[in-house]
Nanobody, 123 residues
Framework: QVQLVESGGGLVQAGGSLRLSCAASGGTFSRYTMDWFRQAPGKEREFVAAIRWSGGSTYYGDSVKGRFTISRENAKNTVYLQMNSLKAEDTAVYYC????????????????WGKGTLVTVSS
């Protein structure tokens, strides 16, 4: 059973940056494709970014492309989400998720989820 714990959320002004981290335990981290999703109040969960087990392939949602960067350190069992040029509409709870399958952008494809970390962007 894989456990995922997100950290790094908080309050930031529009235009600022934050880096989220997701620490994994209980499994072979290097075998998992890792994703970030987010859910804003009153909205459906939205795909943000994904990275393959090797780190060689990444994929981003259209709303964050060019502003967010996903990366991973398999030696530390950790995946990161660097968020730059933040906007008020980026305000959401951000979730880390893992799958043993191929790179995926749908939440139903994920096998494990963290509890989330709140990001609030003030305008």
């Amino acid at each position: 059973q894989v456990q995922l714990v997100e950290s790094g959320g908080g309050l930031v002004q529009a235009g600022g940056s934050l880096r989220l981290s997701c620490a994994a335990s209980g499994g072979t981290f290097s075998r998992y494709t890792m994703d970030w999703f987010r859910q804003a109040p009153g909205k459906e969960r939205e795909f943000v970014a994904a990275i393959r087990w090797s780190g060689g392939s990444t994929y981003y949602g259209d709303s964050v492309k060019g502003r967010f960067t996903i990366s991973r350190e398999n030696a530390k069992n950790t995946v990161y989400l660097q968020m730059n040029s933040l906007k008020a509409e980026d305000t959401a709870v951000y979730y880390c998720a893992a799958t043993q399958g191929p790179l995926a952008t749908k939440d139903y494809a994920m096998d494990y989820w963290g509890k989330g970390t709140l990001v609030t962007v003030s305008s």
